[in-house]
C-alpha cells in the first residue's frame, strides 16, 4: 500500500474514532462493579462492557479513547472521561490532543493531524496547501532517536531534530520518489489539479 494511502487511511481512522456498537457488552448492569473498562487508548473495543460480557478482543489502532472508569446508569454500563489536560494529566506519547487547551507531556512534541507531507532526502514537501490541523497527536520526539512506534513512525517532517541526516525519509532521492507508484498512482495525478499543480512537488518530476 503506497504511503498517501496510508496517509489517507490514518487521517480517517484518526476523525473517525473508534465506533463502539451500544449492544455489544454495555447493557445489564446493576451496579457500578457490574462495569470495567476495557482495552486501552489507542486500540479497539477501548470503553465501558459488563465484566461478564466483554468484547471478543482489541486490535487495531482506531486511536480511540479509553474511559478512565464506568459506571451503572440506567442499568447501562458507560464510560467515565475526564480532560486530558486536568490539574494531575497530560497527553501521554500516541494520545491525540483534541482541545485547544491540551497539551503534551513533559519530552513529547504535537504532531498535527492529518499530515499531508512527503519527505524526500531530508525535505519536506506538501501535497498542495497545507492541511487544515483536525487534531494533534503527542509523540516522542527530541530524544536523538528516529523511533518506530506502535502508532506512528517519526521521519523528517514530524521529528526533523531526530530525523534528518539519518536516511529516514520516504525516500532518499527525488529520483526515487519520480520512480515510485505515490508519484506515478497518485501524486502526478493530483498535481493535475488546479489548486496543487503549482505545488513545489508537482514539479519535481
Keep these: 500500500m503506497n504511503k498517501l494511502i496510508i496517509i ?3 487521517s480517517l481512522v484518526l476523525l473517525n474514532g473508534c465506533k463502539i456498537s451500544e449492544s455489544e457488552g454495555s447493557k445489564d448492569c446493576d451496579d457500578d462493579d457490574d462495569c470495567v473498562v476495557f482495552g486501552e487508548t489507542g486500540e479497539c473495543n477501548c470503553g465501558c462492557y459488563n ?7 482489541s486490535g487495531g489502532k482506531c486511536f480511540c479513547s479509553a474511559p478512565i472508569d464506568c459506571k451503572c446508569v440506567n442499568n447501562k454500563c458507560e464510560g467515565i472521561f475526564e480532560e486530558i489536560n486536568s490539574f494531575e494529566e497530560c497527553a501521554k506519547n500516541g494520545e491525540l490532543l483534541r482541545e485547544p487547551d491540551e497539551y503534551c507531556c513533559e519530552g513529547l512534541k504535537e504532531w498535527p493531524i492529518p499530515d499531508t507531507r512527503f519527505s524526500i532526502a531530508d525535505i519536506c514537501y506538501e501535497v498542495g496547501q497545507p492541511s ?3 487534531m494533534g497527536m503527542c509523540i516522542k520526539c527530541g530524544d536523538g532517536v528516529c523511533g518506530k512506534h506502535s502508532m506512528y513512525d517519526e ?3 514530524n521529528c526533523p531534530e531526530d ?3 539519518k536516511n529516514k525519509s520516504m525516500f532518499q532521492s527525488i529520483e526515487e520518489f519520480c520512480q515510485s507508484n505515490d508519484w506515478k498512482i497518485s501524486i502526478s495525478r493530483a498535481c493535475e489539479e488546479e489548486a496543487i499543480k503549482d505545488s513545489l512537488i508537482c514539479k519535481l518530476c
Design 8 to 10: 489517507a487511511l490514518l
Design 51 to 57: 465484566k461478564d460480557n466483554l468484547p471478543s478482543g
Design 132 to 134: 487544515k490541523v483536525q
Design 155 to 157: 521521519n523528517p517532517c
Design 163 to 165: 530525523c534528518k541526516g
